[in-house]
């Protein structure tokens, strides 16, 4: 089972920045719809950003303008530039394929281990 790969994770104090990155050993997204999720304790799953296989971008209501969704120019690595941190932000943050064609298809449906986000007033 391929596992996308999350990292970036870290502790900061409200209003600070952190970058998180998802990746998956030998392959591309380049033809994937691809999500950001978090998780808080108590909470449901939340999706809160995503990119189609054609570029468009959309971010939950709660982080738009805040947290950016960008890929690399190999489209390798997806990444999560999140900015003015609120301490309703805390929560294990993931990555997903959520559909993909070609190759690429081994990702789907496959959850990796997250990346834990801790934000301190």
């Known amino acids: 089972q391929v596992q996308l790969v999350e990292s970036g994770g870290g502790s900061v104090q409200a209003g600070g920045s952190l970058i998180l990155s998802c990746a998956a050993s030998g392959y591309d997204f380049s033809r994937c719809g691809m999500r950001w999720y978090r998780k808080a304790p108590g909470k449901g799953r939340e999706r809160i950003a995503g990119?189609?296989?054609?570029?468009?971008?959309f971010y939950l209501d709660d982080v738009e303008g805040r947290f950016t969704l960008s890929l690399n120019t190999a489209k390798t690595v997806m990444y999560l530039q999140m900015n003015n941190l609120k301490t309703t932000d805390p929560a294990m943050y993931y990555c997903?394929?959520?559909?993909?064609?070609?190759?690429?298809?081994?990702?789907?449906?496959?959850w990796g281990r997250g990346t834990q986000v801790i934000v301190s007033s």
């Open positions: 990119i189609s296989d054609y570029g468009e971008i």
């Open positions: 997903y394929a959520d559909y993909c064609s070609g190759p690429s298809g081994d990702l789907v449906g496959n």
